[in-house]
């Protein structure tokens, strides 16, 4: 079993629709998520981190994130050309020197 | 601000040859990240410095790969010699702060080939 895991997609969403992106994690231990969002021949970049249960929201983008059943995922609201890319989740334990495990992401896009 | 600069961004050698990679990170960050991405992959950690010191290269192939961070700034990644399942993006990160951080900002990438 991978430590993060994410469906590769494609994941093809209509445009100005509501992207959902979705990754499940092995280590219950771990406290920090992050997701990032990688263009084509880019490197990744950072969008949203969440430390506690809940929602984060920031912008047109919400993520959410559920310890219990090791579970987070990212909301993208109207949905733009402009969000299609590989969007990574990566995990990280308690301490500092625990590694950020990165799943293989899921490639979004968006159609006009 | 200028962000984390690597160089090259291309490189193509045959196997057996050796290959470096460069790596200036963000001002002011003491952590340095190299990772390896390979195609439909996400970033693998090859090795994590924190200023001069190496805290964490238990996934560098040590018998071919190297790396060093003089004055805790700059860093470098070699490869000698280069096999062809090194074929791969290397991205280099930094984080401010001490200890591994998820709040990673990376660099263009330096993509190889190795033929």
């Known amino acids: 079993q991978k430590e993060v895991e994410q469906n590769s997609g494609p994941l093809s969403v209509p445009e100005g629709a509501i992207a959902s992106l979705n990754c499940t994690y092995s280590?219950?231990?771990?406290?920090?998520f992050f997701w990032y969002r990688q263009y084509s021949g880019k490197s990744p970049e950072l969008i949203m981190s969440?430390?506690?249960?809940g929602d984060k929201e920031d912008g047109r983008f919400t993520a959410q994130l559920n310890k219990a059943s090791q579970y987070v995922s990212l909301l993208i609201r109207d949905s733009q050309p402009s969000d299609s890319a590989t969007y990574i989740c990566?995990?990280?334990?308690?301490?500092?020197?625990?590694?950020?495990?990165f799943g293989s992401g899921t490639r979004l896009s968006i159609r006009p | 601000e200028a962000g984390v600069v690597q160089s090259p961004r291309y490189k193509i050698i045959e196997k057996k040859q050796p290959v470096a990679f460069w790596c200036n990170p963000i001002?002011?960050?003491?952590?340095l990240y190299w990772y390896r991405q390979n195609l439909g992959q996400g970033p693998e950690l090859l090795i994590r410095?924190?200023?001069?010191?190496?805290?964490?290269d238990s996934q560098l192939p040590k018998d071919r790969f190297s790396a060093e961070r003089l004055k805790g700034v700059d860093s470098t990644l070699k490869i000698q010699p280069a096999e062809l399942g090194d074929s791969a993006v290397y991205l280099c990160?930094?984080?401010f702060g001490q200890g591994a951080s998820g709040e990673l900002f990376f660099g263009e990438g330096s993509r190889l080939t190795v033929l």
């Open positions: 990160a930094s984080s």
């Open positions: 280590d219950r231990g771990s406290q920090s």
């Open positions: 969440i430390y506690s249960n």
């Open positions: 990566a995990v990280k334990g308690y301490s500092s020197a625990s590694k950020i495990i």
């Open positions: 001002s002011g960050h003491n952590t």
């Open positions: 410095y924190e200023n001069e010191e190496a805290v964490d």
